[in-house]
Nanobody
Framework: QVQLVESGGGLVQAGGSLRLSCEAS????????MAWFRQAPGKEREFVAA????????DYADSVKGRFAISRDNAKDSVYLQMNNLLPEDTAVYYC?????????????????WGQGTQVTVSS
């Protein structure tokens, strides 16, 4: 089993930045696709960004392209999400996810493992 623990959320003003971290334990995720999803109150969980096992490929939701950057450190079994120029509509609980598969990155059902989430609140 893989356990994922997110950190780095908080309250920030619009235009500010945050860096989320997700650390895996229980089993190495160095060969797993890793992703970030988010869920705002009253809305469905949505794809934010994903990164291939070797960091050779990344994908982003249109709403965050040019503002967010996903990265990983396989030696630390960790994945990160650098969020810049944050907007109030970025307010949500952010979840880290992992899958041994390498397709359909934006689909929730592809991911076997999920963290408990970290709250990001952007004030206007």
């Amino acid at each position: 089993q893989v356990q994922l623990v997110e950190s780095g959320g908080g309250l920030v003003q619009a235009g500010g930045s945050l860096r989320l971290s997700c650390e895996a334990s229980g089993r190495t995720v160095s060969r797993y696709t890793m992703a970030w999803f988010r869920q705002a109150p009253g809305k469905e969980r949505e794809f934010v960004a994903a990164i291939s096992w070797n960091a050779g490929s990344t994908d982003y939701a249109d709403s965050v392209k040019g503002r967010f950057a996903i990265s990983r450190d396989n030696a630390k079994d960790s994945v990160y999400l650098q969020m810049n120029n944050l907007l109030p509509e970025d307010t949500a609980v952010y979840y880290c996810a992992a899958t041994p598969r390498s397709w359909n990155w934006a689909q929730l059902y592809e991911y076997n493992y999920w963290g408990q989430g970290t709250q990001v609140t952007v004030s206007s």
